[in-house]
């Protein structure tokens, strides 16, 4: 009895670790976001944050991300997120078996399938309109702006992170 209710309790903290850790993330990406710092996410903020990850992850300069510098880009976010979760050993590196579970993952193959849906010309690299022609930063603020006031909140970014939708007064 003491064993299974040692593993209950040693689970469930873990499971609310889990969750701060998330809460903490967003609230660092709220952050990173609201460039001005008043509180809230507004459309132009979205468009300046966008249009600056696309100059970052363009590494030559000319206009236009190829697969290579998208990966290059997305390896830096993905490093820590990668080691959390596939590094089995917890050696703090990942070995050559831990990688190729990583590759053959959801997210290696997810990454792939979304490249190739933007690259609306077939070019084989993405321009920073094709990055942003499927995203329209005034849609999804109206879509998750609680309280119409054209902008996000913490709290309406934290709820939409979470999958949850606007909340109207009729609703």
Known sequence: ?????????????????????ADD??????????????GQITAAELEARAAARFAQADADGNGAITPEE????????????????????????????????AA??????RAARMFERLDADNSGDLTLAEMTARRDPAKMIERLDANDDGALSAEEF??????????????
């Open 70 to 101: 998208m990966a290059a880009q997305a390896q830096g976010r993905r490093k820590a997120r990668l080691l959390e979760r596939f590094d089995t050993d917890g050696d703090g590196a990942l070995s050559a078996a831990e990688l190729e579970q």
């Open 104 to 109: 053959d993952s959801r997210g290696g193959k």
């Open 1 to 21: 009895m003491f064993k299974e209710t040692f593993t209950a309790l040693a689970i469930a903290a873990g499971l609310i670790a889990t969750a701060a850790s």
């Open 25 to 38: 993330r967003g609230a660092a990406r709220f952050e990173r976001i609201d460039a001005n710092g008043d």
């Open 158 to 171: 934290a709820k939409a992170r979470k999958g949850g939708k606007r909340q109207g007064a009729g609703e």
